[in-house]
């Protein structure tokens, strides 16, 4: 099985350089739909499934997956096996600091960089706000053991944070229940532990931040951190609500996305 089979891959487009597409936990490239199509007309457009995710091979799940170094080794297999230099790399949510270390990894792939909805640490430190206690997420790390369909279904709203459109939250939980749970819980200790706060001074592609003006999982604070720790990055508030702005302001985002990719 290729790389790309193995990541259920789909590049589409055509254009000198590629923009690679990497969605958050529980969620899949179906996530992208109304982002990613919106520059096809000027770019090779990759989406792919981290693995555990949507089409991916679960078998080939394994022991790296316990570290978000594990899925930028996937980034990287992916990135090559397309045939990426000097890309463009957009992640939400945990897949930006996964994007962060993979062009770490391999300098070469990726001259830019987009993190939307990024947290280096999500649970506060001293003077470092990430927006939740250790004892939070111990908790919704248990809840998601006992009780993986009911965490989902519970989540979810607060996540997208759009009550007036509930058919986001629906989705939402609907990926969420899709995955795997015991991959599911796995990614979620990888995730929400995860502590990537020295990475950022090291990153030395273009970034932009797209951080949501509201978003309980990675709060302002968050955002402006990220932008503070990365020399050179700029940072967009993008007049949304929740977490995923590539479902619930799609317009706004790739706007931003253009923005950044035209005065670079």
């Not at 990541?7 to 179906?30: K, L, P, V, Y």
């Not at 009780?147 to 759009?162: E, F, R, V, Y």
């Not at 058919?167 to 995730?191: G, K, Q």
């Not at 990220?226 to 977490?243: K, M």
């Amino acid at each position: 099985m290729s790389v790309l089979t193995r990541h259920h891959a789909r590049i589409a487009g055509s254009g000198s350089s590629t923009i690679m597409f990497a969605h958050g936990f529980g969620c899949d490239q179906n996530m992208w739909r109304f982002v990613a199509p919106a520059f096809e007309g000027d770019y090779r457009v990759l989406t792919f499934d981290h693995i555990g995710a949507g089409g991916s091979d679960l078998t080939a799940y394994g022991e790296r997956h316990g570290a978000l170094a594990g899925y930028a080794e996937d980034v990287v297999e992916v990135a090559r096996a397309a045939g990426i230099s000097g890309g463009i790399f957009v992640g939400h949510s945990v897949s930006a600091m996964i994007g962060v270390i993979a062009a770490r990894l391999d300098p070469t792939l990726f001259d830019r960089l987009v993190l939307v909805s990024p947290s280096p640490r999500y649970i506060d430190d001293g003077d470092y706000v990430g927006g939740f206690a250790r004892a939070e997420i111990d908790e919704l790390l248990a809840s998601m053991d006992n009780n993986h369909l009911g965490w989902s279904q519970a989540m979810a709203p607060t996540i997208m944070a759009n009550p007036d459109r509930p058919e986001l939250a629906e989705e939402l939980s609907e990926s969420f229940c899709r995955t795997d749970p015991e991959i599911a819980a796995r990614f979620a200790r990888t995730t929400f532990l995860s502590d990537n706060r020295g990475d950022l001074p090291g990153v030395t592609a273009r970034t932009l931040i797209l951080q949501c003006r509201e978003d309980m999982i990675a709060p302002p604070a968050v955002g402006e951190y990220v932008h503070r720790a990365i020399p050179g990055s700029e940072l967009v508030i993008l007049d949304a609500t929740g977490h995923c702005p590539n479902l619930s302001a799609p317009t706004a985002t790739v706007e931003a996305i253009k923005a950044f990719l035209q005065a670079t």
